[in-house]
């Protein structure tokens, strides 16, 4: 139902963005898709790039007055470092082309890259692959937010995990709780303890001695989904299908899971399904959410609950053994600038993919060419689910 497609290259011009499918008169507010850039933006752990940049949203097409019109939208960031590569990134052919890059970095798109385009520069890869294009998707995720804000779906981030740190929680978490706390700390974690350990690792990684990046894992809840998003009857309409193949595609990311994940392989089916109840006042509840808010596909009522690994960034500071393209001699692998750690980042931007799946399955299941239309065929399904006991519960 909704489309959307991006554009751009890490020091070309700008990263430009078009959705197609949005109803129409929904909110556009570029200072609440800056907002969202910003967070993006931001993380103990960012690399040199983040100081150049202030990524500012530029509405092209599609909004009128404040509003869509049901026309595709077109977003555009510029990239202020364009301004240190209009020769190197030149469109046209220059007379003093800048030297190939050959020595591909292990673990980023270079390899594979130059190989499939057919090229001995790893410029023309790295430019593409960069997590620069996060950019364009995160302002297209903010596009989708006030959407999923109108039938009460919310979407918020934390981070658990980075380079081997944990955060710890007790019991049933609220994720609204987490999420502001989260969003004061510098790495994006809801655990003071753990935050303060996992700065001290990323302050490690920073030291000339012991330079290097790290990985760790993110959360994202969306709250607020009525049952019944997404589908059964095939792979590719499953929600849990589409929200694993959005994440993943984030990048670095090695690893998705929903609810206890990779757990339900080692414990007792009696101990990972979520037990239903019915109380007059409360409608339908569960005593755990195992499944992460979705059962065959669906959404179930309860919160979506999605978590991603990022590995380490594979730009090292400390490069690895690689191979040059040309000359095929061994070589360390190309360094430029890069992030020490990328995680919270990541986290906004797993909030962004999940927005815009989550969009696509609200116009699938309500329709609607305008949001007034899409409101009320919501509330005409939740009129109907209600008549079957159920009720919305608080997240
Ligand atoms: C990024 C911008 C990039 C990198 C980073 C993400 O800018 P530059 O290449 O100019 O330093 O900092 O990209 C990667 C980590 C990567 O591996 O490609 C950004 O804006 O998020």
Redesign the pocket.
Known sequence: MLRFLTGGE??GPSLTAIADGLPSNLAVDASEINRHLRR??GGYG?????Q??T?TVEILSGVRYGRTMGGPVTLLVRNR?WENWHERMSVMPVENPAPPITQP?PG?ADFPGMLKYSTDDLRPI?ER????N??ALVALGALCRPLLSAVGIQIVSHVVTIGGIHARFEGRQNYLDLAERAETSPVRCADPAAEEKMIAAIDVCMQEETRDTLGGVFEVAVLGCPPGLGSFVQWDRKLDSRLAAALMSI??IKGVELGMGFEVGSIPGSRVHDELFFAEAEGFSRGTNNAGGIEGGMTNGEPIVVRAAMKP???LPTPLASVDMQTRTAVKAHF????VC?VP?AATIGEAMAALVLADAVLEKFGGDSLEETVRNAQGYLHAIKEKGWQPQTQ
């Open positions: 890490s020091h993006r933006q960012r690399g040199g790039r983040q150049i940049e990524d470092d970095r980023h790295l692959s960069s997590a620069r996060t950019t990048q670095a960034l594979s730009t430029e600038r890069s992030d990328a980042a």
